[in-house]
């Protein structure tokens, strides 16, 4: 989210990253299983757009209100989203899942990450918590209906983040 010096949004919260991580493009090692070297292969197509990003926001230092990244009310507006109540309920669920979980009733939290998944299915943030604190691999596991290597390939890697709208 960018925010003038007015204290006006001028782009909405939007998933950026300002560079590549180092990891994606290091070599697989060869004593990788075949899972952990199919999940490397697909963050490499993983779509983040860093140059594009920083260079935008550049810009916007650079030139303020007059940067063409700079958007406008109507257009900050069109592009946030609204929250449905089921995103609502899903954080809620997926709160209540940390909570029990950190309190060491780890399986009362199952159901509300499965709750939260079932409510809002294209929030990763939800899934690969929930994944990683049965596995940290994040691979399948009998509590879950998905693992981040099946719903990646499912989706495509390249879709795991929208498109920047630059």
Partial sequence: MWIDEQGTIVRPPEPAMPARPAFADMPIPEDLDERRKAALMEVRKIRIQPEKYVAALRDWVANGSGSRYALSEEEVIRRSRGRPVEASMAAAHFELGQHLHRSGHQ????????????????????RRQAWSMIDPRQGPTEEYDGDWLSDVRAIGAENYYPALEM
């Avoid at 399986?107 to 939800?126: G, I, K």
């Fill in 107 to 126: 399986r009362d939290a199952v159901p509300h990450f499965r709750e939260a998944h079932r409510l809002q299915p294209d929030n990763w943030t939800y």
